[in-house]
């Protein structure tokens, strides 16, 4: 464990954005196991790379011997948190959010400990906490504590209100009293004393404080975390392909692994600080050697590595690093049935061959029907020996078929072939049933 204190620490990797009363909240760190909490809703039947921080934050305090709640938002994820949001969010069903909670359940559990004493890990559900409360108990209360003034001054609500045309329904305009009631219920239950969350949540922190304040009677503190960006200006955690989710089944472990992969000079460094356990001095030793070092850094190669293994495990980045081999090298007789289920999920453009007649055609012209060049440019890379169907060059032949190339007896698994055409076009065909 580094030396810095864990305040020290999250500041150096430039994980703090706000904190109320600074001094007091390092004291109170510094006198014991302290129980802090995040919360998670579900909006979807994943967390996306943009909860890690706060995931891998949790894990942080924990390290230091703090107990950490994963708050899954089963009450709030019904309602809709709206801050910085530019519309209202689309209200789902009670039976699609409990699926979502259970999921998200799963992965918050992942990167927590529970079971290392007095400071294991909880999952909690804020719905067993509002479920059964009436809503004139809640106006009594809980809303009472609430000035509508402050509430609509925050600029998250005040964004949403000056908006034309779009405004803010009063369901979402209750969300921050529902988190903040999570606080003082949690402080309540659990001796709860610390919240923490993105930055764009800090209006919604201070409310909890307050609220326990109020009527707990107790002294608690907030502190948030920076939302990612990128150096470019660019959304961070989205790609062409969309979103890159923490499930292995929406994004898979090669293509999770791929996007690090891809970070920009401008921002590895940055991201190896919010997104590993390695120390500062260590990172910094890195960012040295590359500096010195001639030709590609390898920074990208170390947070493609340790973020992968965070979220997906040993077995997870040896088959992404694995895949990642095979394609540069064209040599794919190593990869498993698991691995070439993951190329056609997301590492490669993918084609199903089911249509019998696809079958009667010229080679050419189904490969430039799957994208890899017009025909002439098939038929030119054909002639130099640069078309390669799971590892073999395909010769030119006027009368060559697709049935000859494409059968189960060549196919990897009775199923996959990657194909290349040149250095720079590839594509995995699966044969259908």
Same mark, same amino acid.
């Given at each position: 464990?580094?030396k810095?204190?864990?305040l020290?620490?999250?500041k150096?990797?430039?994980?703090?954005?706000q904190?109320?009363?600074?001094?007091?909240l390092?004291?109170?760190?510094?006198?014991?196991s302290?129980t802090?909490y995040?919360?998670f809703?579900?909006?979807?039947? @994943?967390? &996306?790379?943009?909860? #890690?921080?706060?995931?891998?934050?949790? /894990?942080?305090?924990?390290?230091? $011997?703090?107990?950490? =709640?994963?708050?899954?938002?089963g009450a709030?994820?019904?309602?809709?948190d709206p801050?910085?949001k530019a519309?209202?969010?689309?209200?789902n069903?009670?039976e699609t959010?409990?699926?979502?909670?259970?999921?998200?359940?799963?992965?918050v559990?992942a990167f927590?400990?529970?079971?290392c004493?007095?400071?294991s890990?909880?999952?909690?559900?804020?719905?067993?906490?509002?479920?059964?409360?009436?809503i004139?108990?809640?106006?009594?209360?809980v809303g009472k504590?609430?000035s509508?003034?402050?509430?609509?001054?925050?600029?998250?609500?005040?964004?949403?209100?000056?908006?034309?045309?779009e405004?803010i329904?009063?369901?979402?305009?209750?969300?921050?009293?529902l988190q903040?009631?999570d606080f003082?219920?949690l402080? @309540?239950? &659990?001796n709860?004393? #610390?919240q923490?969350g993105?930055?764009? /949540?800090?209006?919604?922190?201070? $409310?909890?404080?307050? =609220?326990?304040?109020?009527v707990?009677?107790?002294?608690?503190?907030?502190?948030t975390?920076?939302l990612?960006?990128?150096s470019?200006?660019?959304?961070f955690g989205k790609?062409?392909?969309?979103?890159?989710?923490?499930?292995?089944?929406?994004?898979s472990?090669?293509?999770?692994?791929?996007?690090?992969?891809?970070t920009?000079?401008?921002?590895?460094?940055?991201?190896l600080?919010?997104?590993?356990f390695?120390?500062?001095?260590?990172?910094?030793?890195?960012?040295?050697?590359?500096?010195?070092?001639?030709?590609?850094p390898e920074?990208?190669?170390?947070l493609?590595?340790e973020v992968?293994?965070l979220?997906?495990g040993?077995?997870?980045?040896?088959a992404a690093?694995?895949?990642?081999?095979?394609?540069?090298?064209?040599?794919?007789?190593?990869?498993?049935?698991n691995?070439?289920?993951?190329i056609?999920?997301?590492?490669?453009?993918?084609?199903?061959l089911?249509?019998a007649?696809?079958?009667?055609q010229?080679?050419?012209?189904?490969?430039?029907?799957?994208?890899?060049?017009?025909?002439?440019q098939?038929?030119?890379?054909l002639?130099?020996?640069?078309?390669?169907?799971?590892?073999?060059?395909?010769?030119?032949d006027d009368?060559?078929?697709v049935?000859?190339?494409?059968t189960?007896?060549?196919?990897q698994?009775?199923?996959?072939?990657?194909?290349?055409?040149?250095?720079k076009k590839?594509?995995?065909?699966?044969?259908?049933d």
């Amino acid at each position: 464990m580094s030396k810095l204190t864990l305040l020290e620490d999250l500041k150096a990797r430039g994980l703090v954005a706000q904190m109320t009363s600074e001094a007091e909240l390092e004291q109170h760190l510094n006198e014991g196991s302290v129980t802090l909490y995040c919360g998670f809703d579900p909006t979807a039947d @994943s967390l &996306h790379i943009g909860s #890690l921080v706060p995931l891998l934050a949790l /894990q942080r305090f924990q390290r230091y $011997g703090h107990k950490p =709640l994963a708050l899954v938002g089963g009450a709030t994820g019904l309602i809709g948190d709206p801050s910085f949001k530019a519309q209202e969010r689309k209200l789902n069903d009670d039976e699609t959010v409990a699926g979502w909670v259970e999921k998200l359940r799963a992965q918050v559990s992942a990167f927590i400990d529970f079971d290392c004493g007095a400071n294991s890990a909880e999952v909690v559900n804020n719905l067993d906490w509002t479920r059964g409360m009436d809503i004139l108990t809640f106006l009594r209360d809980v809303g009472k504590h609430f000035s509508v003034n402050q509430m609509i001054a925050r600029e998250s609500v005040k964004q949403r209100i000056n908006r034309e045309g779009e405004g803010i329904s009063f369901t979402e305009f209750t969300y921050s009293i529902l988190q903040s009631y999570d606080f003082q219920v949690l402080n @309540s239950s &659990h001796n709860c004393t #610390l919240q923490i969350g993105g930055s764009d /949540q800090w209006g919604n922190i201070t $409310g909890g404080t307050e =609220l326990t304040r109020r009527v707990n009677g107790n002294r608690v503190f907030g502190l948030t975390l920076p939302l990612i960006t990128k150096s470019d200006g660019t959304k961070f955690g989205k790609t062409e392909s969309g979103t890159i989710w923490l499930s292995a089944n929406k994004t898979s472990p090669y293509a999770f692994y791929q996007f690090w992969l891809q970070t920009a000079d401008a921002d590895v460094y940055r991201f190896l600080k919010y997104f590993t356990f390695l120390s500062v001095e260590e990172i910094d030793e890195l960012e040295k050697a590359d500096a010195e070092r001639a030709g590609r850094p390898e920074a990208q190669a170390v947070l493609a590595r340790e973020v992968t293994r965070l979220v997906h495990g040993e077995e997870g980045l040896a088959a992404a690093q694995r895949i990642t081999d095979a394609l540069f090298s064209g040599d794919a007789t190593s990869l498993s049935q698991n691995d070439y289920e993951q190329i056609a999920q997301d590492g490669l453009p993918c084609f199903l061959l089911n249509e019998a007649e696809q079958f009667e055609q010229p080679i050419t012209s189904l490969l430039s029907a799957f994208d890899l060049g017009t025909g002439k440019q098939i038929k030119d890379a054909l002639q130099r020996g640069a078309v390669v169907v799971n590892g073999v060059a395909l010769g030119l032949d006027d009368n060559f078929k697709v049935k000859e190339t494409f059968t189960r007896d060549n196919a990897q698994f009775d199923n996959y072939f990657i194909v290349k055409v040149g250095k720079k076009k590839h594509c995995i065909v699966k044969l259908g049933d």
